[in-house]
């Protein structure tokens, strides 16, 4: 599957030709640089290695630094490889932009959701509560009830569902239809919701058709 790296700009809403009000999410995506080559020959595979935003080098660390003077470019935030593009066709510092999309086309967005932190179970994991609120439940409302037994097996199984951290984690949405690209300003406009927070990186591929 062929993709680039964006970012995401906030969400909004537009009128579909029938006057329908459908809420969508604005993309910055791209440009990308191609920085590397993977081919069979030499790894087995064949994908191309994009970056995506530029950043200053002296928030980069010399082994980074050193790949990117390789290929006599300036230093860039975010890498990502992909498949899916003609690799032999393509040389290091091609530009990839939302050309690869067309309007209607169905796209896989994946990104890092937001992170709420800790959390009880209610909140977690959708618990209704222990009991209800009366008979003397001033503070087990919220409560995760019982976690096991204490005669056997005297612990607590992995994966027991209790109150922990929530959020932050890779979320993939799939089906996406990209409503409106805009070329001049690398935006695409695809309906519905994203995962993650205003301005954070996101990995938009194409679907196999």
């Known amino acids: 599957m062929r993709g680039i790296l964006g970012k995401k700009l906030g969400m909004t809403s537009i009128f579909d030709e029938g006057g329908k009000l459908i809420p969508c999410t604005v993309i910055e995506a791209g440009p990308c640089t191609v920085l590397q080559k993977r081919t069979k020959d030499q790894d087995g595979y064949e994908a191309v290695q994009l970056g995506f935003e530029e950043r200053s080098e ?57 992170g709420k932190g800790f959390q009880g179970v209610m909140k977690r994991h959708g618990f209704g509560g222990v009991g209800g609120a009366t008979h003397g439940q001033h503070n087990r409302l919220r409560a995760p009830g019982s976690i096991g037994s204490s005669s056997y097996p005297s612990r607590v199984f992995r ?13 993939t949405y799939k089906n996406l239809t990209i409503l409106r690209i805009i070329p001049e300003t690398n935006i695409i406009i695809v309906k519905g919701a994203v995962p993650g927070s205003k301005s954070g990186l996101l990995e938009i591929y194409t679907q196999a058709k």
Do not use: C, W
């Open 58 to 114: 002296k928030n980069v660390n010399k082994p980074d630094m050193g790949l990117f003077k390789k290929y006599n470019m300036k230093p860039l935030r975010h890498l990502r490889e992909f498949k899916g593009f003609e690799v032999a066709a393509m040389n290091s510092g091609d530009k990839v932009t939302v050309d690869i999309f067309q309007v209607g086309e169905k796209v896989t967005v994946t990104g890092t959701s937001k």
């Open 159 to 171: 994966g027991m569902r209790m109150a922990g951290r929530t959020g932050g984690d890779r979320v």
